[in-house]
């Protein structure tokens, strides 16, 4: 076990009477304490800006056709090139944030996604612009490992569900709400808004950074193992891609759906071989993603969860906006209002759910999130063409409260279920989980949505109603999978160190 470069959060062994060794102790515990707290709410703050970029494009692409003179697929490529970069770089997070400290690994975080919001705010192109997004998503693709890395390592056990409540505003709040954003500067302003009004936020936490952000870690010599690396990019970059492609290529010719599964292909492959090795080098502590994290129960059944959950997220984002312009006809800035109660919803209830957390624990809230966020998707299997916005409102609402009460107890459970040693590695697979979740979920939403799309479109429907029923399709497959996350969610137990009386596990 690695020897800890910070002090626990929590009292240390009382002194004797008129030591006043006491006193000392007590001055840099508290030192201690607020440099802690503001390295966490930093990285809390910066996380979310550099993680609602995921989906802001989005509602954007109309306006991209025009603007750039590309098509829907082309635009696509500026939401999948995201992902499938975050794909490719966080699974190396784990190793980074073993080998380097806490603010070289944030300064170059943040300067890589403020370079990248400067490109895509100047881009000239299509090209330039698609650039910018990949330098933006190296940089998030750091942040949000190294955020729950070090809530791990400077938070007691104790308090940790609280703090994760706030981690899963970022992981789900954001992307969830990026379609709002997006939705309301269109309105008045032209898309190049939704970078440089982002740029300023992003410099200045930047700047914040380099002057208060403290290592928080003890990095370590370790050796990087390029073909690890070399088959990580080709093994989940190659899945994501081909995720991505499905839709795209639903109702095409067999050799246009050649490349979908070449990358398929090369994925799996290349993700066989990435296990094999990561097995022979953890033997000797040099795994690039560390594998002995999946040897607790509890961390394989949570990251299993959070899978379902994850793709239950996106494939909705994706889906309700669809639904919102292309059959109800709202303008993009209704579509964005009335998905943004949802989002706030989520962020409200994060906290809460953490406390709850830590006081009964994961069953008591995950049964029940997971029985809401299944009735909701079974209940959007029954919209028509003339389904009311409204009740579509109160649905997206009531699946975001739903989904709250599953991401916080599963982030907790996750990573509060794996050594110590092993948290960098937990925090990469937890992101990795979360890209690859999410472009399945946006592929099987939008495959489904599209093939029964067309074929209702074939039999004679309405274009409205035509899409309408392949949105039904989609929530139905949907709705199905989620009674896995039902059962699954009895399953999951609080971690061992986090129990009342445990001992610190560090």
């Known amino acids: 076990m690695t020897e800890r470069a910070v002090p626990e959060l929590r009292d240390p062994d009382v002194a004797p009477a008129g030591d006043t060794t006491m006193h000392e102790h007590s001055d840099v515990e508290a030192l201690h ?17 550099v993680i609602l970029n995921e989906t802001i494009m989005g509602v954007a692409i109309p306006h991209l056709v025009v603007d750039l003179g590309i098509s829907i697929s082309e635009a696509q490529w500026l939401t999948t090139a995201f992902m499938l970069t975050m794909a490719v770089v966080i699974p190396i997070t ?28 100047m881009a000239p192109g299509f090209e330039v612009l698609l650039v910018g997004r990949v330098v933006q998503a190296s940089g998030t693709a750091i942040m949000m490992p190294l955020l729950m890395t070090t809530l791990m390592t400077l938070v007691a056990p104790s308090d940790r569900g609280r703090l994760m409540g706030r981690v899963a505003i970022v992981m789900s709040v954001a992307p ?32 914040i950074g380099i002057r208060r952000v403290e290592n928080v ?18 093994g989940f970059g190659g899945l994501v891609y081909g995720l991505s492609q499905i839709g795209a290529e639903t109702g095409g010719s067999s050799l246009g759906a050649a490349p979908m599964w070449i990358a398929f292909g090369v994925g799996a492959v290349s993700i066989g071989a990435f296990i094999w090795r990561q097995l022979s080098l953890q033997k000797h502590d040099r795994a690039l993603l560390d594998l002995r994290t999946f040897l607790s129960r509890n961390f394989s059944i949570s990251i299993g969860l959070m899978t379902i959950m994850m793709a239950a997220l996106f494939g909705t984002i994706i889906l309700l906006p669809i639904y919102l312009q292309n059959v109800l006809h709202l303008e993009p800035i209704m579509t964005g209002l009335l998905l943004l109660p949802g989002g706030l919803t989520m962020g409200l209830l994060g906290p809460t759910v953490g406390r709850l957390f830590d006081r009964l624990g994961p069953t008591p809230l995950l049964v ?23 009740l ?14 599953m991401f916080t107890p599963l982030f907790t459970s996750a990573l509060g279920s794996v050594e110590p040693k092993f948290y960098s590695h937990g925090s990469a697979i ?4 979360q890209q690859v979740a999410g472009a399945a ?22 274009a409205e109603a035509a899409a309408a029923s392949g949105i039904r399709s989609a929530f139905m497959v949907g709705a199905i999978l989620s009674l896995l996350a039902i059962v699954g969610a009895f399953f999951v137990r609080k971690p061992a160190d986090m129990m009342e009386g445990a001992p610190m596990a560090h």
Do not use: C
């Not at 299944?374 to 209940?379: A, I, M, Q, T």
């Open 176 to 207: 969830a709400i990026g379609p709002t954003i997006s939705g309301l500067i269109l309105n008045s302003l032209s898309w190049r808004f939704m970078f440089w009004l982002v740029l300023p936020i992003a410099l200045a936490m930047l700047v």
């Open 430 to 433: 937890v992101g990795t989980v």
């Open 33 to 49: 304490g607020a440099r802690n707290n503001r390295v966490i709410w930093l990285l809390l703050a910066a996380s979310f800006v």
């Open 368 to 390: 029940p999130g997971a029985f809401v966020v299944s009735g909701v998707l079974w209940s959007l299997t029954m919209v028509t063409d003339t389904t009311s916005p409204w």
């Open 441 to 462: 979920g946006t592929a099987l939403f939008v495959t489904i949505m599209a093939t029964q799309t067309l074929t209702a479109t074939t039999a004679g429907a309405t």
């Open 392 to 405: 579509l409102l109160v649905a997206h609402v009531v699946l975001s409260a739903g989904l709250a009460f």
């Open 94 to 121: 784990g190793y980074l944030l073993q080998r380097f400290a806490t603010r070289p690994i944030f300064i170059a975080a943040m300067s890589l996604f403020s370079a990248g919001t400067l490109i895509a705010a």
């Open 217 to 234: 870690s003890e990095p370590r010599k370790i050796p990087i193992d390029v073909f690890s690396v070399v088959l990580s990019a080709l």
